[in-house]
């Protein structure tokens, strides 16, 4: 062993002593962590999703490949879907809060000002990966750059009860194709206390979803392809609604005023109605679980739902998606890093884990996504694959803007349905969603 | 050592400045109230006054906005749902006063006798008060459910209903059902408030009135009620803000629907300000509040003046 003297100890331990105390003065002077400690934290929130599976992948298995890939250590933060616009507001009325949000529906033209122009990434996504859906482009550009960038699209059908429809005449999975079909086929059902669900209430999906293909497929419209023409109280509309409340009251569970997006999703799947509009969640979650939900013959209920688009009318038929998109905040300190963040999930290898885990709830935000092995999994599904393309979005004939986003916000195309149900002249009804209408497209 | 003593004795010399001037009754009364002052300036009229700078601007959110005078409130005039939210406010707050004062003062004077297991009957009062308001209104969301309501199933099961009652999908039923959960939550305030009163009353006073004949609805109405009302009045007085300014319960139970059926000022503001980010327009709905509620508060405070004198 050799022999370490006093004078020799002395020196090194002031060596070891002289390197820990450069280290730490290097460390106050350059004001930053030793790069051990430097993982960044990226904030996410989103929604709750009604796929739980999704967000448990992307708290655990996506979060470690983010910090794995990226360095980057990823919190998923994730609540009601009602309560993210008070959020978004505080977070940017404060200049704090997360440094992504992902937005439903075109929520992010409320926002314009206060994100980070995204079109570098959205044109790269776009390009390799098919081209987005003019939907999640009219929810996520405003006319001249992409404001946020389009994540997925739920899709929204018509699940029904195959058996229950079939005893009324519609056998073979066949369901009713026009407004009028599907009401007497609803009138027969809910006289056997099988009602149709649907929710004309205050709730981001379902009802807008349904309010507003409902509304284009008579032939009504909010506004001229000019965005600023206000053309709402049209014959046609005034027929849509004289027509919806006789409709409600033949074939709906008069409940549904009052539903939120949930309710539907217990309504159907403890057989209480016939039909919703909704995303695949009940047909999913009813795969699930299939000892937990029967029907009254004791067979699973997963077996007896199928999908159909919403019905036609006189100007068509259409469908209204729920498009979510991400936005980068720009009161986020970490730009760059969400900007980096975005383009790795968003990537097809990164994203593709993602949309496994949605089984068909969500179809991505571009065409590619259409031929996906996942669509070979389950021919119940296959309605959903391609519905994004039939998909309008609010502020029809115009562009999508802040102002279509206010509308959808204030719920006024649903309330205009709503009041009429209520016992409101369809008429004044319709005048007074046109005035409203009126005072946000010219304020 | 020189040095010592001056830095040891400079302390000393500011204690004793700060004693001598605290001895002064109007520089202690001073120190005492600023902590207040501070407190209040902070929490209630710093964002009072941005509140008015906002509601005369055209801010949206991320957007600062310019002055534009009155026009937020000129707009409001001619909105429809605010004409709701105004009339559903009065009468909600109306309504529910009424009802939590009545059934209040008669659970008061019910707590207020001798019998068996009175202090675990006062902390259930107690218990809709404690519970948060928007854990408890979700419990009344499912009873109210439209489709799995515990009270409709319990009608049913009695005999008393055929069909299904839509207490949330029909404007006037989700009104009352908003009203009923205010009251249910509310009475307990008003019972311990007022329970809390009748025990500062002597009680040799009801007995003189006793022997000298009257009867108890004389006696509740010639003694106990005049000494009662000055904590009634205090009470009311809070209660009455607490209700206007009401927002949760609303929110966790409607929404403000069916079809903007149950708006108040404060859900509507929501709405508006931070639902559509029009934030000036949904200051102003919330500052149309503050002359109502400065009238409420000047005519209470003056009646509570007037009866302490007397």
């Known amino acids: 062993m050799e022999r370490l003297d006093r004078r020799s100890f002395i020196k090194l331990s002031g060596g070891v002593i002289t390197t820990a105390m450069g280290g730490m003065a290097g460390i106050l002077a350059s004001g930053r962590a030793p790069a051990h400690a430097q993982v960044t934290t990226l904030h996410w929130l989103r929604w709750n999703d009604f796929v739980p599976a999704s967000d448990q992948l992307l708290r655990k298995e996506i979060t470690a490949e983010c910090e794995k890939a990226l360095g980057v250590k990823l919190n998923v933060e994730t609540i009601n879907a009602n309560d993210i616009q008070a959020r978004v507001t505080s977070a940017i009325q404060s200049g704090s809060g997360p440094d992504i949000v992902c937005v439903l529906n075109n929520w992010a033209q409320l926002y314009g000002e206060s994100l980070v122009d995204v079109s570098d990434i959205a044109d790269e996504i776009g390009k390799a990966q098919g081209g987005f859906y003019e939907t999640s482009r009219a929810v996520a550009n405003d006319g001249k750059k992409w404001i946020a960038l389009p994540w997925s699209i739920v899709g929204l059908q018509i699940a029904y009860r195959k058996s229950w429809f079939a005893e009324i005449g519609y056998t073979d999975g066949k369901f009713p194709q026009t407004w009028q079909e599907y009401r007497d086929a609803g009138k027969k059902l809910k006289a056997k206390n099988r009602p149709i669900g649907q929710t004309l209430g205050h709730t981001f999906g379902d009802a807008p979803a349904f309010a507003y293909p409902y509304l284009w497929s008579w032939g009504g419209k909010e506004v001229e392809a000019d965005g600023k023409t206000v053309v709402l109280n049209s014959p046609a509309t005034v027929e849509s609604v004289k027509f919806m409340v006789a409709f409600w009251k033949d074939a709906h569970d008069e409940g549904g005023l009052a539903w939120d997006d949930t309710n539907n999703n217990r309504a159907f799947l403890s057989g209480t109605c016939c039909a919703t509009l909704n995303g695949a969640s009940i047909y999913i979650e009813a795969l699930r679980k299939p000892e937990s939900y029967m029907t009254e013959t004791g067979a699973h209920l997963k077996d007896d739902i199928l999908h159909a688009p919403l019905p036609q009318g006189q100007g068509g038929q259409f469908s209204y998606h729920v498009p979510f998109s991400n936005m980068l905040m720009s009161y986020s300190k970490n730009r760059d890093l969400g900007k980096k963040f975005l383009r790795w999930i968003h990537s097809r290898e990164v994203f593709d884990k993602w949309f496994v885990s949605q089984k068909g709830f969500s179809v991505g935000p571009t065409t590619e996504w259409e031929k996906h092995k996942l669509w070979n999994d389950d021919p119940i599904m296959l309605p959903y694959k391609q519905a994004a393309r039939t998909g309008r979005f609010a502020g029809y004939e115009g562009p999508s803007t802040r102002k279509a986003a206010e509308v959808v916000t204030k719920y006024i195309i649903i309330d205009m349905y709503a009041k009429a149900v209520q016992g409101i002249p369809a008429e004044e009804a319709v005048k007074w969603a046109h005035n409203e209408l009126v005072k946000i497209y010219t304020a | ?310």
């Open chain 2, 1 to 310: 050592m020189a040095l010592a003593y001056v830095q040891t004795a400079a302390p000393a010399v500011r204690r004793a400045f700060v004693s001598r001037l605290l001895e002064d009754e109007r520089w202690l009364a001073l120190a005492l109230f600023l902590p207040t002052v501070v407190i209040l300036g902070l929490f209630i009229a710093y964002p009072f006054v941005e509140g008015v700078l906002l509601a005369v601007t055209d801010a949206k959110v991320g957007v600062p906005g310019h002055f534009v005078g009155l026009n937020n409130f000129e707009k409001l005039w001619n909105d429809s749902i605010f004409r709701t939210a105004v009339w559903n406010t009065f009468w909600y707050t109306g309504v529910t006063t009424v009802f939590k004062l009545a059934l209040g003062l008669w659970l008061a004077l019910l707590l207020n006798r001798h019998f068996k297991g009175k202090a675990i009957t006062r902390a259930f009062v107690l218990l809709p008060f404690i519970i948060p308001t928007v854990l408890s209104t979700f419990a009344w969301k499912w009873m109210f459910d439209p489709t799995f309501s515990v009270i409709n199933w319990t009608l049913y099961r009695l005999g008393l209903i055929h069909g299904r009652i839509n207490w949330l999908s029909d404007p006037d039923l989700a009104m009352i059902s908003v009203i009923i959960v205010n009251i249910w939550r509310g009475v307990p305030f008003y019972a311990i408030s007022l329970l809390a009163g009748l025990q500062t009353i002597n009680p040799e006073l009801q007995e003189a009135a006793a022997i000298d004949g009257a009867r108890p609805w004389q006696r509740f109405w010639h003694v106990t009620w005049p000494l009662l009302l000055p904590v009634t009045m205090v009470v009311v007085l809070f209660s009455v803000i607490q209700t206007f300014a009401d927002f949760q319960l609303v929110y966790v139970l409607t929404g403000g629907g069916p079809a903007n059926a149950t708006h108040l000022f404060a859900t509507y503001a929501y709405q508006v300000g931070i639902g559509a980010g029009l934030l000036s327009e949904g200051a102003a709905i919330s500052l149309a509040m503050f002359p109502v509620l400065l009238i409420v508060v000047v005519i209470q405070l003056l009646y509570i003046r007037r009866v302490e004198t007397h």
